[in-house]
């Protein structure tokens, strides 16, 4: 069974001084990164996910801007395969899942940004397509949220996402445990 590393949305407008910066953005690109080394130095297949916002006035994920950009940590080198989105799902209208397929992916690690929305959507997608799904928890991030006058903080609503996709969808676990099992 061949892993796969998919590394979803972790660009620069979610990190401090970006468009709209996430709780522990720093520290699950730090886990990413780490991860993303662990596979180039095993050979396996790793997949860049950018995320475009083509909406008139967007405010964020804009192409040509700095924060549209992946962050260095975990910046694709020269044939890595990079797949650009405009939806939350990361399958929906792009070309993700021929190029796992062709990969002779079946098992994914999934890490990156939000954990509430981009890496939720995509994890539920992949899931539903066959994959093995595997989530490093601690190598993704989600922002603070508002809903019917009730602040929830980052952490929660990771917690609350992570919760969910462990209970139906994915092994969620920590980077290190993954580290461990590659090395």
Same mark, same amino acid.
């Given at each position: ?5 998919v ?47 083509r909406?008139?006035g ?14 260095p ?6 044939g ?7 939806f ?34 995509? &994890?539920? +997608? %992949? ?8 989530? @490093?928890?601690?190598?993704?991030a *989600?922002?603070? $949220? =508002? ?9 929660? &609503?990771? +917690? %609350? ?8 969808? @994915?092994?969620?676990?920590?980077? *290190?445990?993954? $580290? =461990?099992?590659?090395?």
């Open positions: 069974m061949t892993s796969a590393l590394i979803v949305d972790i660009q620069r407008d979610y990190f401090p001084g970006g468009a709209y910066p996430l709780v522990g953005a720093d520290d699950a690109a730090d886990r990413a990164a780490e991860l993303l080394a662990q596979w180039r130095a095993s050979g396996l297949p790793v997949i860049h996910v950018r995320h475009e916002s909406e008139p967007a405010s964020m994920l804009v192409p040509g801007t700095p924060g549209g950009e992946i962050d940590r975990v910046a694709p080198r020269d890595e395969t990079v797949v650009t989105k405009t939350p799902n990361s399958f929906r209208a792009t070309p993700l899942e021929d190029v796992l397929r062709e990969a002779e992916a079946s098992a994914l690690v999934i890490v990156g940004m939000m954990s509430s929305m981009c890496v939720d959507a995509t &994890v539920r +997608a %992949a899931s539903d397509l066959g994959f093995d799904v595997t989530v @490093a928890a601690d190598a993704c *989600a922002p603070d $949220l =508002e809903f019917g006058g009730v602040r929830v903080g980052g952490a929660e &609503v990771h +917690a %609350a996402f992570m919760a969910a996709l462990a209970s139906a969808y @994915a092994k969620v676990v920590p980077a *290190a445990e993954l $580290l =461990e099992v590659s090395a």
